[in-house]
């Protein structure tokens, strides 16, 4: 993956990390308007690195194994809003099952 891309989506690592810890109502507004759910494609766990280590894959679908533990805020919250849905479209052509 190119340095261009890694810095986008690094840039989308973070704005959710501080939306998370300083603007809750943003991430809440958002998520009740979100549609859709997930299927579990894997995309959003390889937008920090090449691959999260938590993340497995089994008959084409991913599950993370910390799903049940403690999991960094960014992983329960994706996607928060449209930008998100553009960070993982850079990855993947295949969409996300959420959608706004
Ligand atoms: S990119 Fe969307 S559909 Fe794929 S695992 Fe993440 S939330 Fe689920």
Redesign the pocket.
Known sequence: MNLNIRVFLLKGVLRRFFLYMFNRAYIQKNTARRKGS????????RLFMTQCVYLRFENGR?SCIKYKGFRMPNCGI??IDERDIKD?DALSNIP???YF
Do not use: A
């Open positions: 997930c299927k579990r494609c894997g995309v959003c766990c991913s994706f996607p993982r996300c099952g959420y």
